[in-house]
């Protein structure tokens, strides 16, 4: 179970709406079986924006709640600030793959939503630790020692077939990952590039890494193959969930400006 606290914002463009929006938000939360300890919501703050009122404030929340319903809380609600007091301390193999599942989802259909991707991080000549693919048994087993987690997935790539390895190689080693192979196969018509699926095979140094692979790479299939058991502690999950909101808010509010943008303008 994880035992934490949020801190979710409110803005009304009147007195009192944004209390009420998160008195609401309680009361929904708490309808549909959330666990909540205690909350308070916080007085309103009033600030003139552009010659416009604005009013905003925040609800405190303590929640007791599953690991894998607080992760989809997280995503749901966005908090701006949380505190993880108390999560598990280890998860299954296959525990860890429905997080992935579920983070993935949520986090693809924002995208889609949104027109976007998740982008890589920015990389250039030189920072591979690996000439290329590979690790010897003795290297698989000095991983494993160190907590690294063996993670393969599959994912969709276009592109010069010399440049896709290249690129995955480099984006796994500048997040701290080691590439053991990397296989592509081709799936529909080719045009003047190759297009299709490239199968990874790696080892992940820990549990916030291997949730940033796979919200970057948005994997058409993945397995857990060692260890059988992830650890994990209070901060890795605090972690983990404040990079899930900000990434959701991001997108969220990237739809918006979106939206106001296609929205026709009064006279």
């Given at each position: 179970m994880v035992i934490a606290t949020l801190f979710i914002e409110a803005q009304a463009n009147a007195p009192g709406m944004a209390a009420s929006s998160l008195e609401k938000l309680v009361s929904?939360?708490?309808?549909?079986?959330?666990?909540?300890?205690?909350?308070?919501?916080?007085?309103?703050?009033?600030e003139t924006i552009?010659?416009?009122d604005t009013f905003s404030t925040f609800v405190e929340m303590s929640v007791d709640m599953d690991l894998r319903d607080y992760l989809?809380?997280?995503?749901?609600?966005?908090?701006?600030?949380?505190e993880v007091l108390k999560a598990p301390k280890s998860i299954t193999a296959s525990e860890a793959m429905r997080l992935l599942g579920d983070v993935c989802t949520v986090l693809g259909t924002c995208c889609q939503k949104a027109g976007?991707?998740?982008?890589?991080?920015?990389?250039?000549?030189?920072?591979?630790?690996?000439?290329?693919?590979?690790?010897?048994?003795?290297?698989?087993?000095?991983?494993?020692?160190?907590g690294f987690i063996h993670y393969k997935f599959?994912?969709?790539?276009?592109?010069?077939?010399?440049?896709?390895?290249?690129?995955?190689?480099r984006v796994l080693n500048v997040l701290g990952a080691y590439v053991n192979k990397i296989k592509l196969q081709e799936q529909g018509e080719q045009g003047e590039g190759f297009s299709g699926l490239a199968a990874v095979d790696a080892m992940v140094p820990d549990n916030e890494t291997l949730f940033e692979i796979a919200l970057r790479f948005n994997p058409v299939a993945m397995s857990i193959e060692e260890p059988e058991e992830i650890i994990?502690?209070?901060?890795?999950?605090?972690?983990?969930?404040i990079?899930?909101?900000s990434l959701v808010s991001d997108i969220t509010n990237y739809i918006t400006i979106k939206e106001q943008r296609l929205m026709p303008k009064g006279d």
């Open positions: 929904d939360l708490a309808a549909e079986g959330v666990t909540i300890t205690e909350y308070e919501v916080m007085g309103e703050e009033q552009d010659e416009k989809r809380l997280v995503m749901r609600v966005t908090p701006t600030s949380m976007v991707r998740l982008p890589m991080p920015d990389t250039q000549f030189g920072d591979e630790r690996q000439d290329g693919p590979g690790i010897t048994d003795d290297e698989y087993d000095d991983f494993l020692e160190q599959v994912t969709a790539v276009a592109g010069n077939e010399e440049v896709i390895r290249r690129d995955i190689l994990l502690s209070e901060a890795e999950v605090q972690d983990i969930a990079n899930l909101s």
